[in-house]
DNA sequence: ATATTGCTTTGGAACGTTCCAGACGACACG
DNA sequence: CGTGTCGTCTGGAACGTTCCAAAGCAATAT
């Protein structure tokens, strides 16, 4: 098969080698892969018998080159968090490849330093490696926006723009208040009365988001929630220790948390007073995550639709990088609930204590009374 | 200032720009960047200043093009892995992706079929969008290797070629029956003496590895291994029934599992029975995944030292790519315990049973105790 | 003085693709 | 019969970089 001198053997065939081979010229060749119906069928037909002889796939460098574009969407990741049980980012990222392909796109990871959320962002935007960038951690509140806006930089944000609602750049984000609402409705349709919320510091715009769906679910319900509310850091620790108070002095049967981590913390609290999850308290977690769904009796979680986020921001991304550029609404979807044992109804229990919707009628025990230690071996 | 005519006024500066502007040549500029000191002094700092004043970064894709390099890695990932505690994917695309960035590389995610373990790469390969590949699922025994190793394909193994240890491509590993060796002797420095296991099944090179660890360190102390064992596959529900199982018919004091994911299966069956991890039968898991390190009352496991494979990856990476291509042997890590309370001592047992000298287990950081608040979802 | 050497800098070519303007033939229209 | 239009195909140029061969120049060796 004829090769331009120099090249290796083993260099992958060019447009040339496919145009020779064909009979056609190089432009003839783009044409076949691009702009197929450009071309009359017949040499339509022996340009691809040609391609696939040789196996031809187009040199992406030299396309990136000549288009300005290179097909590949820069996703920041930073380091491993340790000791807490949410993976959110990591089913988003398969979510984001597997969704990615289907549009012809492929992503780029890059580092981040946690403290500086613009590192490693400028180095791909002027070298052009990448065509845009998905965002992720908004929970700052963005200067990542704002700069990448600043740059004419194209980028979807997974997350609102919570410190600038009036923001003009695409964003995908799960309701957190439907999920927290979600949770907490479906505790009070068992039977719950006391749900107790352990949630963030209240300077994080997605903590109180979460919150606001607990408190909306309880007021329409006409319950209370004063007293059964913490904010704490998000580690399984601070968990543990809200939730020990908690019980201590508002006497929650249920508890709904901002994340998987925190309602680990519950668990721990539970696991040393011999208490079970299910059977003595409810604990409703938040995320999904890997954690949730092994830990015995199984944490019922609000699962964020990160497939549908996904693809979402694809969607997103291709409306960006068409010319012109469209840029549509935010777009916020609704999780799901996972139910598990964590938050199972005992079926007595729930028999006992709904006496607003259905006929039992009241035996004053709550699930929390039922507690007792564990038997021994 | 002066920009070629037709140039967008937003598009990134070219070498030309950088080299007008300091009043050198094109290739002069080339050199600054890629071979300063080729330069006199004063010149190289006349360029730089340029460089800086425009905010120049050189053209990855007319770079790339040139130079037949993307510097870009490719790694493959599948599906995410629902209702498992093993997230090693993750920590270790981490790792990679921070490592890489040290050695001037970025990773490139594509999507794979978990059936065809070849899907993916050739498209890639092809159209020289990176430089190698990086290949973690080696469990299949890794057709992947010949494929790639036959087309000339650069890449790194994370994984032994099990079923060709004559193989001459670079690898690392981690040795899986050193981690079991020390799960197990963790366990009878603890006292105990009928330490079960339980693996995968018997076409798993893996999993066979790791048992052997088990075997090696039961036989060193003269205990015997028959009946002890189950292999099931790789789920919460196989290790809660092969636990079960051998509780009954064998009444081990403590469970080593080839993966945290087995290791909640007998978490599962101890909640049932009423039992706690820890003190009524010690649990030792591998992977240290998040699971293991919130579940209560933490989970004592294998953790692999993931950033040092990234390390080590990175580094067979460059010598693979390097002129000429250097290869070195392959690379075999040694994992680490991370204690934690399903393994701790019952006080009574380990008097009965062992004068146990108080071990240092782990210098590991110990990863869960460094948890950090940062909220996001 | 001339040749040799080493250091520094340079212009042209090339990487493989797509854009652009135009060529070519066929066909229809006036 | 000339002219325009359409459908099809082509060669040259360009994208921004690095490779290559060579040029300019100063210092040293012959």
Request: aromatic share 4%.
């Amino acid at each position: 098969m004829a090769r331009i001198p120099g090249r290796q053997p083993t260099a992958p065939p060019t447009l040339a080698d496919v145009a020779e081979r064909a009979g056609v010229s190089r432009q003839t060749v783009s044409n076949a892969v691009n702009n197929p119906d450009l071309l009359r069928s017949d040499t339509l037909l022996r340009v691809q018998e040609a391609i696939e002889e040789l196996g031809y796939l187009p040199n992406r460098a030299a396309r990136n080159l000549r288009t300005r574009a290179s097909h590949l969407v820069g996703l920041r990741i930073n380091p491993v968090q340790e000791g807490t049980a949410s993976a959110i980012m990591d089913r988003f990222v398969h979510s984001l490849v597997e969704t990615s392909r289907e549009a012809g796109k492929h992503v780029l990871l890059f580092a981040g330093d946690p403290l500086d959320p613009l590192a490693g962002y400028d180095d791909l935007l002027r070298s052009t490696a990448v065509d845009a960038f998905v965002v992720t951690d908004t929970y700052l509140g963005n200067p990542q926006a704002t700069w990448l806006g600043a740059r004419r930089a194209p980028f979807v944000a997974f997350g609102r723009p919570w410190d600038n609602p009036s923001a003009t750049h695409p964003w995908v984000d799960v309701d957190g208040a439907a999920g927290c609402d979600l949770a907490t409705t479906h505790l009070l349709d068992q039977g719950h009365e006391r749900v107790a919320w352990i949630g963030w510091r209240k300077d994080s715009w997605i903590g109180e988001d979460r919150r606001s769906g607990w408190t909306r679910a309880m007021h329409g319900r006409g319950l209370p929630t004063t007293g059964l509310a913490s904010r704490v850091e998000d580690t399984v620790a601070s968990g543990k220790g809200a939730s020990a108070v908690l019980l201590d002095e508002a006497r929650p049967t249920a508890f709904v948390c901002a994340s998987d981590t925190l309602a680990m913390g519950v668990l721990h609290t539970l696991a040393e007073r011999g208490m079970v999850a299910g059977r003595d308290v409810a604990v409703v977690g938040f995320d999904d995550s890997q954690v949730a769904q092994v830990v015995p009796p199984g944490l019922t979680s609000v699962r964020q639709p990160l497939e549908e986020v996904a693809v979402e921001v694809v969607k997103a991304l291709e409306g960006l990088l068409a010319h012109p550029p469209a840029v549509g609404p935010g777009v916020l979807l609704t999780p799901t609930l996972a139910v598990r044992g964590s938050s199972s109804a005992p079926a007595s229990a729930a028999d006992r204590l709904v006496p607003a919707t259905t006929t039992a009628p009241s035996n004053d025990r709550r699930p929390a009374d039922r507690a007792r230690p564990q038997p021994r071996n």
